[in-house]
């Protein structure tokens, strides 16, 4: 029971039923205990996994979904760690409807997805492993083999979906590559026919205005970011879970939103001396971040009630590097009639069709609707990156109809 003015926290620390072993090399947080939770999207036909990821508290949901094939057994879509609970699951399903036939890996760039494919392929060892076209790795581009993908039962996805084992099931559209310097970006739009379900890994999301289940499992970052000062307790009541989800989503997006006030570092630190908490869980007291008392607002314009969103991060440093290619495929995706989308983050699933999925892209060949200073953060990393010779120029584009689509 919660009692209001006391610190009231309460996580299990370990279970072995969550141990991810392989965290150094994506040390992101939770790092080594990861919770599954599982959900039931369509009934016995699609469901989605998730868990969660992040740094500095900043933690949103990362999801695989898992979809029956017509013919018997399941494709995997974006896994996400195979920890002994999530194996759990995913056997559940395999009891009842057939062994993994399929697991998709549909991003080159996206580390939080691609880190987990190799070691859930060696948990289902009879499944092809299908990925998206243009792999790369940073600092150096090895094989996928080297990055712990089955060499033997891994194959590149083809341009033509028709050739796939799977195209009674599923079509899909590729995005990209888009150039972004150091490697492209690629994202594959998977369309389940029976059950008009659209899957995407990072391109759409959209902002839940409750915390999601999954992030209030662990409730200790949501109640850190709620608060005004280093100083002040971690109060677990349902406002400050609010507050503190509120405020993760403005870090998410914009890592530097313009609401922050400007960060004193004598302050800081003479703060720190007086937080309720300076452990290290605690980053020794030198946070949360001072903010404005308009900040709500920015959160409110960023979740625009909930609609689809393209992440701001991927509007001004990567699809307006390739704003034609990007068009082409959302009309493509818009040919399908799809009546939900699964994303790979944030909220799901969403009830969306082919004409909010176009609107969410508006950003290509309209005016900016989210606030500048917000974006300030990521303009000033585009600027460096394209003056160092990193990425490429942006382009824009003011007509959707010359898009060659």
């Not at 205005?209 to 002040?232: C, K, M, N």
């Not at 607002?297 to 440093?317: H, I, Y």
């Not at 989210?370 to 394209?386: N, V």
Request: hydrophobic share 40%; net charge neutral; glycine share 6%.
């Amino acid at each position: 029971m919660t009692v209001p003015g006391r610190e009231t926290i309460s996580e299990p620390k370990f279970s072995s039923e969550w141990a991810w072993p392989f965290w150094p090399a994506v040390p992101l947080y939770p790092y080594g205990q990861r919770r599954t939770l599982r959900f039931e999207i369509v009934k016995d036909w699609v469901w989605s996994f998730e868990q969660l990821q992040g740094i500095l508290h900043v933690i949103v949901p990362i999801r695989m979904t898992v979809v029956r094939l017509a013919t018997g057994g399941l494709l995997v879509y974006a896994p996400v760690a195979p920890t002994p609970e999530c194996l759990r699951w995913v056997r559940e399903l395999v009891q009842e409807y057939g062994d993994v036939k399929y697991i998709i890996l549909p991003t080159v760039s996206g580390i939080e997805h691609k880190i987990f494919v190799g070691p859930f392929a060696r948990r289902f060892a009879h499944a092809e492993v299908f990925v998206a076209p243009h792999q790369w790795s940073f600092p150096i581009n090895l094989p996928l083999s080297w990055l712990g993908l089955p060499s033997r039962r891994t194959q590149v996805l083809p341009e033509d979906s028709s050739s796939t084992p799977f195209f009674d099931d599923f079509d899909y559209a590729i995005l990209g590559p888009i150039s972004l310097g150091l490697g492209p970006f690629v994202e594959v739009a998977f369309f389940h026919k029976r059950s008009r379900t659209l899957l995407l890994t990072d391109t759409i999301v959209s902002i839940p205005d409750e915390p999601p289940e999954i992030v209030q499992l662990q409730p200790y970052a949501l109640l850190f970011h709620a608060r005004d000062s280093a100083s002040e307790p971690l109060l677990d009541i349902p406002q400050q879970r609010r507050k503190g989800w509120h405020r993760i989503a403005l870090f998410s997006f914009y890592f530097r939103p313009g609401a922050l006030e400007d960060v004193n570092v004598w302050g800081t630190v003479r703060n720190a001396f007086r937080a309720s908490d300076r452990s290290r869980r605690a980053y020794f007291g030198l946070f949360p971040f001072q903010w404005r008392s308009d900040w709500e607002r920015s959160f409110e314009l960023l979740r625009q009630d909930g609609n689809l969103l393209v992440a701001p991060v991927l509007q001004r440093l990567i699809l307006n590097r390739g704003p034609q290619e990007t068009l082409a495929w959302v009309e493509r995706v818009a040919q399908w009639d799809f009546y939900r989308i699964i994303p790979c983050h944030l909220d799901s699933p969403l009830a969306a069709g082919p004409e909010a999925f176009r609107c969410a892209f508006n950003f290509l060949s309209t005016p900016q609707s989210l606030p500048a200073e917000d974006f300030e953060l990521l303009g000033q990393l585009g600027d460096i990156l394209e003056r160092s010779g990193i990425t490429p120029a942006t382009h824009t584009t003011t007509n959707r109809d010359s898009d060659g689509a």
